[in-house]
């Protein structure tokens, strides 16, 4: 046996796909990169009531609208992007993973990735440690974080997108059979033909409703706290389910209104969509930088404490 799965033996056995819902359900976080970890931020994160954390494995990939060549290999960052780049090491990601066990969480991988076959092979080859080393240690799910980058790039090793995804779900289910592999992207890309999300086992979507510099109304009827929700759940009739909405814990700051009040509208609606659409089963907030530092005065994590989930 290689080191790499020595090292996350310790973890529980993950779920099932007859288990996904209960991966799903509640309340998550996005984790924006594993080498940020402290067990103070752990601990916010349980004290708010976060069951499911989804683990940013990789960077986003830099767009290339040409294959590259795959010898000899490249100094070019064009070629280079072609394959992933870990946000941490293994080492690094077992800590986070443990300790997220802990807490009695579940734990997704999300990794970014371009549609191309290189990229593929080399976050699923046996010598790689990250993501076959999750898989083996017990893992709940895999999700792909499918955006812009994505569509845009060129297809390589395959003759479309969707043929790249379900590759890489293959590949995935032929490591542990069973475990559900997802799709997280934004509601601007519902369907697109590179974004299968019929394909998916579960769709984590992101609804965020934010404002920051220069933005529209609070009660803008397609992106204000409230309105983005039903407006992104409103487009996707045609997917089955299991869903996860993704909320927005930063850039909450409308003119004339609290941070409460955004983050309390978005979640209201949230609440209620899940009450009356049974595809809807969770919500996971972007992302755990949004709680990280003092905890008396960090307004999401304040306002989740308050609000602690139904």
Request: glycine share 8%.
């Amino acid at each position: 046996m290689s080191k790499a799965p020595l090292l996350l033996m310790g973890l529980s056995l993950g779920v099932s796909a007859a288990d996904l819902e209960e991966v799903l359900k509640g309340r998550g976080v996005w984790w924006k990169n594993p080498v940020n970890y402290s067990d103070a931020l752990v601990q916010r994160l349980d004290d708010i009531g976060v069951r499911r954390v989804h683990i940013m494995l990789t960077e986003e990939p830099i767009e290339a609208t040409k294959c590259a060549p795959e010898e000899p290999a490249s100094l070019n960052k064009k070629h280079q992007a072609k394959k992933p780049i870990p946000l941490a090491s293994l080492n690094q990601v077992d800590k986070l993973v443990k300790a997220l066990r802990a807490k009695e969480m579940y734990v997704i991988a999300t990794v970014y990735l371009p549609p191309t076959k290189v990229a593929i092979d080399d976050l699923l080859d046996s010598r790689s440690d990250l993501v076959p080393a999750l898989l083996a240690g017990g893992i709940d799910a895999v999700e792909l974080d499918l955006e812009g980058t994505w569509k845009r790039n060129a297809v390589c090793g395959y003759k479309t997108h969707a043929e790249a995804f379900q590759d890489f779900k293959d590949r995935v289910k032929s490591m542990r059979p069973g475990i559900p592999v997802g799709i997280t992207t934004h509601g601007s890309h519902i369907g697109a033909k590179e974004i299968p999300l019929g394909a998916a086992d579960f769709v984590s979507m992101q609804a965020y409703s934010k404002c920051e510099d220069d933005c529209k109304a609070f009660d803008d009827k397609r992106t204000g706290p409230g309105n983005r929700q039903r407006y992104v759940v409103g487009k996707m009739k045609d997917i089955k389910g299991p869903i996860v909405l993704g909320l927005a814990a930063y850039g909450q700051q409308w003119n004339g209104y609290t941070w409460d009040a955004a983050m309390g509208k978005a979640l209201s609606a949230t609440e209620s969509i899940m009450a009356n659409d049974q595809r809807v089963v969770g919500y996971s907030y972007w992302s755990s930088n949004s709680f990280d530092g003092s905890s008396s005065r960090n307004k999401p994590y304040q306002f989740l404490l308050k609000h602690q989930p139904k």
